[in-house]
């Protein structure tokens, strides 16, 4: 199904920590799964990725994991940057939809100095 | 490479007029998608092209429509502008083919006003 956006909720971490993004998916159909950054006035941009065969995958500072028992995706940042303060977006993408994707209400990450 | 392009970056409408906008996806990229995202619903699927072919289809009134040129160029018209179609409409481009879903790389978006 889809996921609409009512309010969008912060979390506040200190440079350097680690911060932890949460994100409940509506689809167990969904097979692939995709994090997004959006800076003010810019466009998403891509973080990283996970099909549904795995749970866990690993990038640069970032690692997705991905509980299909419960539905759940969450996003972990290692040591925290000022230039990590966004907006960040889960989207799944379910079973034959080709490109269309639904997107999560997206969490805004505030970095304190 | 360049990325996605999207023109007008901004613009100005009243209520009952019409908008045309475009989308020049990654060289290579010929997928495109649109999404329509707004502070109240967040990013809304509208719908995706691939080979001048609309493929998928999200649930917008007809007013939404695009369509794909052969060099994979996209464009989106909105006619009888509400209100509520006030948002930045974001174009998308992949590489995708059958065999599923992939990274979908975003433009910087259409801010859309209506007055």
């Known amino acids: 199904g889809e996921s609409v956006g009512l309010h969008l909720p912060t979390l506040s971490v200190q440079e350097g920590d680690n911060s932890i993004i949460n994100c409940a998916y509506s689809?167990?159909?969904?097979?692939?799964f995709i994090w997004y950054k959006q800076e003010s006035g810019k466009g998403p941009q891509f973080i990283i990725d996970?099909?549904?065969?795995?749970d866990k995958r690993q990038g640069q500072r970032v690692t997705v994991l991905l509980n299909k028992t419960v539905k759940h995706l969450s996003l972990q940042i290692a040591a925290t940057q000022p230039g990590d303060s966004a907006v960040y977006f889960c989207?799944?993408?379910?079973?034959?939809?080709?490109?269309?994707?639904?997107f999560g209400s997206g969490t805004k990450l505030n970095v304190k100095p | 490479k360049a990325g996605v392009t999207q023109t007008p970056r901004y613009l100005i409408k009243t209520r009952g007029q019409q908008v045309t906008l475009s989308c020049s996806p990654i060289?290579?990229?010929?997928?495109v998608s649109w999404y329509q995202q707004t502070p109240g619903q967040g990013l809304q699927f509208l719908f995706e092209?691939?080979?001048?072919?609309?493929?998928n289809k999200g649930n917008f009134p007809g007013r939404f429509s695009g369509r794909q040129f052969s060099n994979s160029r996209s464009e989106m018209n909105v006619s009888t502008l509400e209100l509520g179609d006030s948002a930045l409409y974001l174009c998308?481009?992949?590489?995708?083919?059958?065999?599923?879903?992939?990274?979908?790389?975003f433009g910087a978006g259409s801010r859309l006003t209506v007055l």
């Open positions: 689809n167990s159909a969904s097979d692939y």
């Open positions: 989207a799944e993408n379910p079973r034959y939809n080709f490109n269309k994707f639904y």
């Open positions: 092209y691939f080979s001048e072919t609309q493929r």
């Open positions: 996970i099909r549904s065969n795995m």
């Open positions: 060289s290579g990229h010929r997928s």
């Open positions: 998308a481009s992949s590489v995708t083919g059958d065999s599923g879903a992939n990274v979908l790389t």
